[in-house]
Protein backbone atom coordinates (compact mmCIF):
# COMPACT_ATOMS: atom_id res chain seq x y z
CA UNK A 1 0.00 0.00 0.00
CA UNK A 2 1.21 3.71 -1.03
CA UNK A 3 1.07 6.38 1.49
CA UNK A 4 0.38 8.85 -1.86
CA UNK A 5 -2.37 7.49 -3.46
CA UNK A 6 -5.70 5.68 -2.49
CA UNK A 7 -6.61 2.76 -4.76
CA UNK A 8 -10.23 2.79 -3.43
CA UNK A 9 -11.14 5.93 -5.64
CA UNK A 10 -9.84 4.98 -8.83
CA UNK A 11 -12.62 4.47 -12.14
CA UNK A 12 -11.28 3.10 -14.75
CA UNK A 13 -8.33 -0.08 -15.64
CA UNK A 14 -6.30 2.23 -17.02
CA UNK A 15 -5.97 3.80 -14.07
CA UNK A 16 -5.54 1.24 -11.76
CA UNK A 17 -2.96 -0.30 -14.01
CA UNK A 18 -0.63 3.33 -13.51
CA UNK A 19 -2.07 3.72 -9.77
CA UNK A 20 -0.73 0.00 -9.30
CA UNK A 21 2.87 0.43 -10.64
CA UNK A 22 2.81 3.93 -8.57
CA UNK A 23 2.16 2.25 -5.49
CA UNK A 24 4.88 -0.12 -6.23
CA UNK A 25 7.53 2.95 -6.73
CA UNK A 26 6.25 4.29 -3.54
CA UNK A 27 6.14 7.94 -4.47
CA UNK A 28 4.00 10.77 -5.10
CA UNK A 29 2.41 10.72 -9.03
CA UNK A 30 2.32 14.76 -8.66
CA UNK A 31 5.68 15.70 -7.26
CA UNK A 32 7.14 17.80 -9.84
CA UNK A 33 10.25 15.49 -10.22
CA UNK A 34 7.21 12.16 -10.93
CA UNK A 35 4.52 13.85 -12.70
CA UNK A 36 5.67 13.76 -16.40
CA UNK A 37 6.35 9.86 -15.40
CA UNK A 38 2.71 9.06 -15.20
CA UNK A 39 0.75 11.98 -16.17
CA UNK A 40 0.64 11.78 -20.55
CA UNK A 41 -1.77 15.29 -20.97
CA UNK A 42 0.70 18.41 -21.62
CA UNK A 43 1.00 21.41 -19.68
CA UNK A 44 -1.17 24.07 -19.99
CA UNK A 45 0.13 26.78 -17.62
CA UNK A 46 2.64 27.25 -14.96
CA UNK A 47 2.12 29.07 -11.98
CA UNK A 48 3.92 30.36 -9.01
CA UNK A 49 2.19 27.81 -6.95
CA UNK A 50 0.17 25.16 -9.77
CA UNK A 51 0.43 23.36 -12.52
CA UNK A 52 -2.72 23.47 -14.78
CA UNK A 53 -3.60 20.59 -17.08
CA UNK A 54 -6.03 18.70 -18.45
CA UNK A 55 -7.57 15.53 -16.28
CA UNK A 56 -5.96 12.12 -17.88
CA UNK A 57 -8.94 9.98 -16.70
CA UNK A 58 -11.80 12.69 -16.70
CA UNK A 59 -15.29 11.81 -15.33
CA UNK A 60 -17.75 10.26 -17.76
CA UNK A 61 -20.08 13.15 -19.02
CA UNK A 62 -17.67 15.88 -18.89
CA UNK A 63 -17.27 18.70 -21.36
CA UNK A 64 -14.12 20.45 -19.83
CA UNK A 65 -12.09 18.56 -16.61
CA UNK A 66 -8.91 21.09 -15.49
CA UNK A 67 -6.30 19.39 -13.08
CA UNK A 68 -4.57 21.82 -10.73
CA UNK A 69 -1.79 20.45 -9.40
CA UNK A 70 -0.02 22.21 -5.94
CA UNK A 71 3.65 22.46 -6.68
CA UNK A 72 4.91 21.62 -3.09
CA UNK A 73 3.50 17.92 -1.36
CA UNK A 74 1.13 19.08 0.50
CA UNK A 75 -2.18 17.43 1.53
CA UNK A 76 -4.36 19.39 3.69
CA UNK A 77 -5.84 22.84 3.04
CA UNK A 78 -4.98 24.35 6.04
CA UNK A 79 -1.30 23.66 4.29
CA UNK A 80 -2.17 26.42 1.71
CA UNK A 81 -0.76 29.38 1.42
CA UNK A 82 -3.47 32.48 0.49
CA UNK A 83 -1.54 33.58 -2.39
CA UNK A 84 -2.09 29.81 -3.68
CA UNK A 85 -5.44 29.88 -3.33
CA UNK A 86 -5.81 32.98 -5.34
CA UNK A 87 -3.34 31.88 -7.83
CA UNK A 88 -5.49 29.03 -8.55
CA UNK A 89 -9.46 30.64 -8.98
CA UNK A 90 -7.06 33.04 -11.49
CA UNK A 91 -5.83 29.88 -13.29
CA UNK A 92 -9.52 28.51 -13.50
CA UNK A 93 -10.91 31.82 -14.45
CA UNK A 94 -8.40 32.41 -17.54
CA UNK A 95 -8.80 28.81 -18.86
CA UNK A 96 -12.61 29.11 -18.19
CA UNK A 97 -12.67 32.57 -19.91
CA UNK A 98 -10.43 30.84 -23.01
CA UNK A 99 -12.43 27.85 -23.34
CA UNK A 100 -15.80 29.74 -22.80
CA UNK A 101 -16.99 27.32 -19.98
CA UNK A 102 -20.45 28.75 -19.48
CA UNK A 103 -20.68 26.89 -15.50
CA UNK A 104 -19.51 24.07 -13.50
CA UNK A 105 -17.78 23.19 -10.45
CA UNK A 106 -14.57 23.24 -8.99
CA UNK A 107 -13.72 20.57 -6.69
CA UNK A 108 -10.93 20.26 -4.27
CA UNK A 109 -10.60 17.43 -1.71
CA UNK A 110 -8.28 17.02 0.93
CA UNK A 111 -7.35 14.44 4.26
CA UNK A 112 -7.08 10.51 4.27
CA UNK A 113 -8.17 8.28 7.14
CA UNK A 114 -7.49 5.00 6.31
CA UNK A 115 -9.51 3.38 9.44
CA UNK A 116 -12.57 5.56 8.87
CA UNK A 117 -12.91 5.71 4.66
CA UNK A 118 -11.70 8.10 2.21
CA UNK A 119 -12.23 11.41 0.73
CA UNK A 120 -12.37 10.21 -3.29
CA UNK A 121 -9.30 11.38 -4.17
CA UNK A 122 -6.71 8.90 -5.81
CA UNK A 123 -3.96 10.80 -5.23
CA UNK A 124 -3.21 12.48 -1.64
CA UNK A 125 -1.18 15.20 -3.08
CA UNK A 126 -3.28 18.71 -3.36
CA UNK A 127 -5.37 19.16 -5.86
CA UNK A 128 -8.17 20.81 -7.81
CA UNK A 129 -10.75 20.00 -10.57
CA UNK A 130 -12.51 22.37 -12.24
CA UNK A 131 -15.52 20.63 -14.11
CA UNK A 132 -17.91 21.48 -16.96
CA UNK A 133 -20.31 18.59 -17.48
CA UNK A 134 -21.27 18.11 -20.43
CA UNK A 135 -24.98 18.98 -20.57
CA UNK A 136 -25.71 17.55 -23.46
CA UNK A 137 -24.81 13.95 -22.91
CA UNK A 138 -27.14 13.91 -19.58
CA UNK A 139 -30.40 12.94 -19.82
CA UNK A 140 -33.09 15.13 -18.81
CA UNK A 141 -33.42 15.71 -14.57
CA UNK A 142 -29.86 13.79 -14.31
CA UNK A 143 -27.80 15.03 -11.78
CA UNK A 144 -23.83 15.16 -12.02
CA UNK A 145 -21.90 14.07 -9.51
CA UNK A 146 -18.64 13.48 -8.18
CA UNK A 147 -17.35 11.32 -5.36
CA UNK A 148 -16.68 13.17 -2.19
CA UNK A 149 -16.14 10.51 0.44
CA UNK A 150 -16.66 6.79 1.10
CA UNK A 151 -16.70 5.64 4.23
CA UNK A 152 -15.36 2.52 5.03
Not at 56 to 79: D, G, S, V
Request: aromatic share 8%; charged share 30%.
Amino acid sequence: MSKYINLASVRSDDQKRVMEEIALNNHCPFCTENLTKYHKKPIIKEGKYWILTDNQWPYEKTKNQLLAINKRHIEHIKELEPEAAAELLMLFAEEAEKRNIPGGAVVIRFGSNPEKGDYGSSVLHLHAHLIEPDMDAMEKDEVFRTRIAHRK
